[in-house]
């Protein structure tokens, strides 16, 4: 019973898995200190405050805090061009460097007396019947 245990932890997508959760963990702070120490000061110096926690909405003697649901998306917006645009892309221009993608050889030949295309094991052409 530990065996299985054993080789389930040390399989390599379990390994995988929890190498992203924590490179994960630490990317999430990275790009939360970018927005909180960078672009929220930006925004504030357009608009006036860094977020959008301000903007509430009185509702009956309650508050509807739409505010702070806008500055979770920019959050967010934020951290998807971040990754996008530093992983995402980085990472297609690597593969496409080092494995370049290799042409299909061609499915069909021309017929040498009409030229149409028939499949490359044909005998015949299927538009003129003549042999190939």
Do not use: W
């Not at 996008?84 to 990472?91: A, E, H, I, M, R």
């Not at 080092?98 to 015949?124: M, N, V, W, Y």
Request: glycine share 8%; aromatic share 12%; proline share 7%.
């Amino acid at each position: 019973m530990l065996k299985g245990f054993r080789d389930f932890i040390l399989r390599g997508n379990v390994m995988d898995l929890a190498v992203a959760v924590i490179i994960g963990a630490a990317f999430t702070a990275i790009v939360t200190s970018l927005t909180a120490n960078i672009i929220n000061p930006l925004l504030g110096a357009f608009i006036g405050k860094p977020n959008f926690d301000y903007l509430v909405a009185n509702v009956h003697g309650g508050e509807v805090k739409y505010g702070s649901f806008i500055t979770s998306v920019v959050n967010f917006l934020i951290l998807a061009a971040v990754v996008y645009f530093f992983l995402v892309v980085p990472t297609q221009y690597l593969l496409r460097r080092f494995h370049p993608q290799q042409a299909e050889p061609p499915s069909t030949k021309a017929c040498p007396q009409c030229l149409g295309d028939i499949p490359i094991g044909a005998t015949r052409c299927k538009y003129c019947t003549q042999p190939v």
